[in-house]
């Protein structure tokens, strides 16, 4: 069985930064592809980010970033720790949610981390 954990939140002033953790132990294959979302309290949970595995054919990871946090966010992988980052950048209140970790491969979901921006 796979376990997805996400730690890092936090409260942080606009303009700050945060960097998100998350790790998905369980199956080998677990981190291959992986996702954030965020969840505004009422609102749908939103799709942030998404990383998945090199390939023969792509030998990088590819990544895909939600427009608002394109050149923001960064999210990247360190496979020998099992670890994938969210790395974020200029944070306006508007980034205020619940951010989950989501192992595409695995289809489990880790149980959130809060991330406030405020004065």
């Known amino acids: 069985q796979v376990q997805v954990v996400e730690s890092g939140g936090g409260l942080v002033q606009p303009g700050g930064s945060l960097r998100l953790s998350c790790t998905a132990s369980?199956?080998?294959?677990?981190?291959?592809?992986m996702a954030w979302y965020r969840q505004v309290s009422g609102k749908n949970r939103e799709w942030v980010a998404t990383?998945?595995?090199?390939?023969?054919?792509?030998?990088?990871?590819?990544?895909d970033y939600l427009e608002s946090v394109r050149g923001r966010f960064t999210v990247s992988r360190d496979s020998a720790k099992k670890m994938v980052y969210l790395q974020m950048n200029n944070l306006t209140p508007e980034d205020t949610a619940v951010y989950y970790c989501?192992?595409?491969?695995?289809?489990?979901w880790g149980q959130g981390t809060q991330v406030t921006v405020s004065f």
């Open positions: 989501y192992s595409i491969s695995a289809e489990t």
């Open positions: 990383i998945t595995t090199a390939s023969r054919v792509a030998p990088d990871d590819r990544t």
């Open positions: 369980g199956k080998p294959f677990a981190t291959n592809a």
